[in-house]
């Protein structure tokens, strides 16, 4: 190694007698007269005390956790052991409890940014028995270690941690790379261990630096708090490392990883056997079943479809959280860093301070959201987040709410944390319910919102509770829109004519009380029939026994109607729905008469997914307008379906824009219409949005209605335009 300060990384299997290795090889490049720091990183802490005495250091990674951030420095952290030799222990979490990978992570950071290396001829890595995670990783990394020692005994398993640290070398390095300077062979005495190192170290074309013997010399300075080296009594041993540290301190050859497989491992240290035999044999193998797999894969091809998969809209955390928050006597806690809570905190507030300042319409669940977080940071990650929760969730508690809910991040998940313990501080007032859902390791947005309703119907529906005859429930409402408290008003007040009650939202804002007498309707509704709901309404069916109306919430004249009268078949009580859908029709009827005049004979050419639109194309009928023709945007690949009556109006699968250009151009509409960004204009037709949020109820259409009147009238391009003179207001 013709560099100028040496960094030597000393990697083996836990026990192997890495730690004594390294104490008495640091003592001998300082009697060479080289400035040597030995850095620890073993959470066990223990590198170091041979040097020191004894002596127990503060380690990095406590001390990152105590000491002010912007009061740390390394000299805080940095002993001095025999012959002046720097000494630092990275330290890390009790067994079990956060990541100790991540600890290295840090303790390295801290070391870089005080630049404590820089005061050093040599510096030594005593590393945790095997690379098992990124985080043990960090001393081979190229700005760290220049030459990596593999200390090994003649122990299969000791063989085996030293061919997985190639692997983790080979991983950085790839064929390229020459950083391995060879095997350290710490001798048992074993039967055979001779020939299995030597057979080891020959498949991976790597020399054996120093043969260290099994010997009294080491209990003996074990037992003196010292290293052998600074013992006279143990001349030959001694000579070892004096050897060892004269090679580093020169020209030290390196090597490139050359790991094998655990066949050819197993061959080569346990049989024998030339291990470049069984990878022969294994490419064959490989290559006939890579064979098969192509042949395979090509007659797929032929006859199957690729399955739809749907568009990822964020983590499950995020989804769980913005749902979660809909039970309006919980209280919420984010097990998480800050910035996951605030990014899901503007996907719940965003939408409702925009309605609130633009639109006039109040969404409180959305302004306000019962939502905290316990602020996860680096701490957290090494040493566990657990008690951090534990205080929130207490303080949570007494404040005395209906629920506490626990949604886990990313963070939370990958060091381990047992969040789910949590629940045992449930009282019998208040459950705990915490929702696994590790940020993205459980899945995307929907799973999170799955997850969060299973999970709160498992720890809050009492099976039990007495029937309430004469009640509902709604099912899989939208989590935040701004039509939620509109919808379900609309809908409460039409049962409410025929003496029937709402039972119990699930979710779309209810009491933890109303969630746990969810099994008291005899009836369930679903809010709309998406795959979601349809998977929801599936699963409740087969936990709770729940019974479900075939249909979902009614959107327009003709669909709410029928919804009451099969309603009031259930229930008995069809006579009473007969009045409510009379008065209705008056008051739909004398709308449409209103917009009438204004509307009638216009032409809608409109561009839309595959939905069903009976409830917009009623309305405007009703009102005198035409249809010319209906473009479907197909990108489920479903049989296209935008009414109940195919002879309505032309529908055709949109394949371009130039077939929706051309039509509007052939047809010339009043109206372009679409539900999904379009660039396509129409000469002087109006131009608007089919509302992302339906209306329920008799009278979905007539705010749509009301608003194509006014913009036929003014001749403007639709709602756009109101956003277009907020957007110059604010920040034009």
Sequence with gaps: ?????????????????????????????????????????????????????????????DYLRDAPADRTRAEDILGTGTLGIGCIEAGGPKPGVGCAGRGIISAFEFLERDRV?????????DVLGDVVCGGFAVPIRREYAKAIF??????????????????????????????????????????????????FAKAAGLPVCARIPKSEAFPAAEARGCTVMEMDEYPSVRRIFTELAGRIAGELPLYEARPMTDEQLEACVLEGRDPGQTASAERDVSDNAAERVTERTAAQAETERPAYRPPLYGCAFNGAATTAIHLTDALVIAHSPRSCAFY?????????????????ILMP?????????????????????????????EEALARRPGAVVVVTSCVSGIIGDDAAGIEALSTPETPV?????????????????????HGLADKIVDRNTDLRPLSVNLIGETGVANDLDVNYGIVRDLLGQMGISVNCRFLGGATTAEVRRLPAAPLNILASDSEDNRRLRTWLEQTYGCSFFDGCLPVGFRETSLFLERIGDLFGCREKAEPVIREERRRYEAEIAGLRPRLEGKRILMTTI??????????????????????????????????SRPDRCPVEEITGRTSVEARAEELAPDILLSNYTSSVSAGDAVTDAIPMGRQVGFRSGIPVLRRWARLLEERREGEWVRDRALFEKYYG
């Design 1 to 61: 190694m013709s560099y100028e300060r040496k960094e030597i990384a000393i990697y083996g299997k836990g026990g192997i007698g890495k730690s004594t290795v390294c104490a008495n090889l640091s003592v001998a490049l300082a009697q060479a007269g080289l400035r040597v720091l030995q850095i620890g990183c073993d959470p066990k802490h223990d590198s170091t005390r041979l040097l020191t005495g004894g002596r127990s250091l503060p380690t990095v990674l």
């Design 117 to 125: 290396k820089e005061r050093y001829d040599a510096v030594l890595y």
């Design 150 to 199: 593999l200390v090994t005994s003649g122990e299969f398993m000791a063989i085996n941690a030293a061919n997985n640290i190639l692997r983790g070398i080979r991983n950085f390095d790839g064929s390229e790379g020459r950083r391995v300077a060879g095997i350290l062979f710490n001798a048992r005495s074993l039967p055979g261990e001779e020939e299995r190192v030597a057979r």
């Design 344 to 360: 899901t905190w503007q996907n719940i507030s965003s939408p409702g301070r925009r309605n609130l300042f633009h639109r006039g």
């Design 365 to 393: 669940s959305a302004l306000s959201p019962n939502l905290t977080c316990t602020e996860m940071g680096q701490t957290e990650a090494v040493f566990g987040g657990t008690e951090k929760l534990r205080a929130a969730v």
């Design 433 to 453: 319910i915490v929702l696994k859902t590790d940020g993205d390791i459980a899945g995307d947005y929907m799973t999170g919102i799955e997850m969060c309703l």
């Design 610 to 643: 595959n939905a069903n639109m009976d409830w917009l194309m009623d309305a405007a009928e009703d009102a005198g307008m035409e249809f010319v023709w209906v473009g479907v945007l197909n990108y489920l690949g479903t049989e296209l379906c935008v009414s």
